[in-house]
C-alpha cells in the first residue's frame, strides 16, 4: 500500500473580530511529502480550503495552530485494458483536525475516492477533483472539531501557565507568540492572554533594556569626549521604547547632546516620537507582540511535520 501524508493547517488571524467563534480560525495549505505531482498537490489544497471556507472558517493568516491535516492511502493500483492503457486508482482520505501548538486532536473521518487516468498523475487528479466541496460527513467532523475547540478554550489558565513557564526557561519569543495565537473564541481568555503577553513583553524589554542603558551611562561615564558620547549612542538607540528605561535613556541622550552631530540630535526627536506613541496606545506594544509572534511563527522547527505525522 502506498502512503501518502498531505497537511493542511488552520490558522488562527491575530486580531480577528468575528462573529461566530469558528470564524476567528483561518486556514492555509501545506504539503506534506514529495510522492504526488504539484498540479494534484494543488487540486486537493484547493478543495480543503473551500471545504474549511464552507464551513465557516475564515481566510488564511500568520500563526499556524488549528491543523486540517488528509492522510492520503491509495489502496488500488491498477491498470486498466484500454487503447492506450489507463490507470485507476481507489483512495482512502483520512482527514483529522488538530492544534499543533497542543499537540492534540478535535475531530476525524475517513473518505474513498476513485479517479481513472493515462498515468499515475493524471489518475490522482481525477481522485482528488471527485472530492465533493459539500460533503456531509466532511462538514459534521469540521463542525464537531469547532465544538471542541470552543471547549478548549473556555478557560485562560492552562495558556497563560504554560505561558509563564517558558518565560522563566527564558523563551519569551515562544511564550508570547503562544498566546498571541490563542483564538478569539472566549472573549475573556482572549483577552486575558493578550494582556499576558503584554507582561511578557515587558518583562522581557526591561531586562534587555536595563543592561543596554547600564552599558551606555558605563561608556559615558568613562569617557565624556565626542567618541564616548557616540559609542553611548550606539548602545542608547538599543533601549526599547516600551521599557521602564526609555525615559533614562533620553534624559542620558540630553547629557551627551553637546558631543552629538546634528544628525544624531535629530535621531534623537524621532526616538522621543515612537516612546510617547507606544507610551499613548496600548495597541502599540500589541503589536510589537504581534510582530514577534510573526517572527517566531515563520521560523518554527521542521519538527512539526513529524508531529502532525504521529497523529495518523
Not at 77 to 89: F, M, Q, R, Y
Request: aromatic share 10%.
Amino acid at each position: 500500500m502506498k502512503r501518502l501524508l498531505f497537511v493542511a493547517l488552520l490558522v488562527l488571524p491575530l486580531f480577528a473580530f468575528a462573529q461566530q467563534p469558528v470564524e476567528s480560525i483561518a486556514m492555509y495549505s501545506v504539503v506534506i511529502g514529495q510522492d504526488v505531482p504539484t498540479e494534484a498537490c494543488n487540486i486537493l489544497k484547493n478543495k480543503m480550503r473551500t471545504i474549511a471556507a464552507g464551513n465557516g472558517y475564515g481566510a488564511m493568516n500568520y500563526m499556524d495552530r488549528f491543523v486540517l491535516s488528509v492522510n492520503v492511502d491509495v489502496v488500488s493500483n491498477t491498470v486498466v485494458p484500454a487503447n492506450p492503457p489507463k490507470v485507476s486508482k481507489k483512495i482512502d482520505l483520512t482527514f483529522i483536525v488538530g492544534d499543533i501548538f497542543e499537540n492534540m486532536t478535535f475531530a476525524s473521518c475517513v473518505l474513498s475516492v476513485n479517479g481513472v487516468g493515462k498515468n499515475d498523475s493524471k489518475a490522482l487528479i481525477s481522485a482528488f477533483s471527485s472530492l465533493k466541496t459539500n460533503d456531509e460527513t466532511l462538514g459534521q467532523m469540521l463542525s464537531d472539531a469547532s465544538e471542541k475547540i470552543v471547549s478548549f478554550y473556555d478557560d485562560e489558565t492552562m495558556f497563560i501557565n504554560k505561558a509563564k513557564s517558558l518565560s522563566m526557561e527564558g523563551n519569551y519569543d515562544e511564550a508570547i507568540a503562544y498566546l498571541m495565537s490563542i483564538p478569539q473564541i472566549n472573549e475573556q481568555c482572549y483577552r486575558e492572554c493578550q494582556d499576558y503577553a503584554l507582561v511578557l513583553y515587558k518583562e522581557n524589554v526591561n531586562a534587555e533594556s536595563q543592561s543596554n542603558f547600564l552599558s551606555a551611562k558605563a561608556e559615558w561615564t568613562s569617557d565624556k569626549s565626542q567618541n564616548g558620547a557616540a559609542k553611548a549612542l550606539a548602545v542608547l538607540k538599543r533601549v526599547d521604547p516600551a521599557s521602564d528605561y526609555y525615559s533614562a535613556a533620553l534624559q542620558l541622550w540630553d547629557e551627551i547632546s553637546d558631543k552629538l552631530s546634528e544628525d544624531e540630535k535629530e535621531a534623537k526627536e524621532i526616538a522621543k516620537t515612537k516612546y510617547e506613541d507606544k507610551q499613548r496606545f496600548r495597541e502599540g506594544v500589541l503589536n510589537a507582540c504581534k510582530s514577534v509572534g510573526i517572527a517566531f511563527g515563520e521560523h518554527r522547527p521542521k519538527s512539526v511535520t513529524k508531529l502532525i505525522r504521529s497523529w495518523f
